[in-house]
């Protein structure tokens, strides 16, 4: 069985980062190891919360990995919250990096064109050479226009080929693998697309466009592409799975009568992920 670690806050309440991957990535088959680099009562989309910063423990967790000899089979990251926590998941990446370990950064910190709350403007300087360690990169277009340093529009005014050539740039700043996710495929759907350099494959996955905002998709499509990269799948088919799974979630999410605006309820349909592998 492969193992995974993956690096990111945990909310108490709160449908995203380590409450997402972790049920996800392990009904992919995947063990699942994990440090927290947060505590919070809730996601920060509430209107408060609190929470607590784990940073200084990720040295004493990782010590004690090498005293027990763990190694992982793939490192995922998600938000990032502080300079510190991008210096010291950047060292933990280099010390448990091996041969075949596989790197992947979802550089959680914007969306709609505007960075998350909190974060300083000059956040991205910081993201930019850390994703460069990755095999690996999922951001969402808003994301990839400031890796980029290129303005952000609205999804549909991207024409095809300003994508395709983001995608190559993006890979240029060192990932093997990258996927763009919320991009729009004319009024009706969306999805994402992927590139893989290494074998030179364009793809693009599609679904039905939803009306409305679903925190915490983000999480699970990065988890569902981690899970299946580890078992053995290419890019392009692993970027498949995710969109359905996201679409799936969505759905399900619509129909229920106690829909709950914080995020989406995945929960019913882990299910079919095993459908996946």
Known sequence: MK??????????????????????????GIETSVIPTALLSTHTAFDSFFSVDLSEEIDSISEEFHKNNISFDAIYTGYLGSYEQINEI????????????????????????????????????????FTSKADVIIPNLTEACLLLG????????????????????????????????????????????????????LSEARSIRHQGRFLGTGDIFSSVVTGCLLEGQTLSGATEHAVHFVNRCIEETEKAPDKRWYGVNFESCLGELTGYI
């Not at 806050?9 to 449908?15: A, P, R």
């Open 3 to 28: 193992r995974v670690i993956t690096l990111q806050d945990i909310s108490c309440v709160g449908k995203c980062s380590l409450t997402a991957a972790i049920p996800v990535l392990s009904c992919l």
């Open 150 to 201: 290129i303005e952000y529009k609205e999804p549909s005014l991207f024409a095809k080929e300003e994508i395709r050539q983001m995608l190559y740039h993006l890979a240029d700043m060192g990932p093997e693998g990258v996927v763009i996710t919320g991009i729009h495929f004319g009024e009706k759907e969306m999805g994402a697309v992927s590139y893989d350099k290494k074998q030179d494959v």
């Open 90 to 129: 950047s060292g933990f990446i280099d010390s448990f990096r091996s041969k075949g370990c596989i790197v992947v950064i979802d550089p959680a910190m914007a969306d709609d064109g505007e960075l998350y709350a909190g974060l300083p403007k000059d956040f991205v300087a910081h993201m930019r050479p």
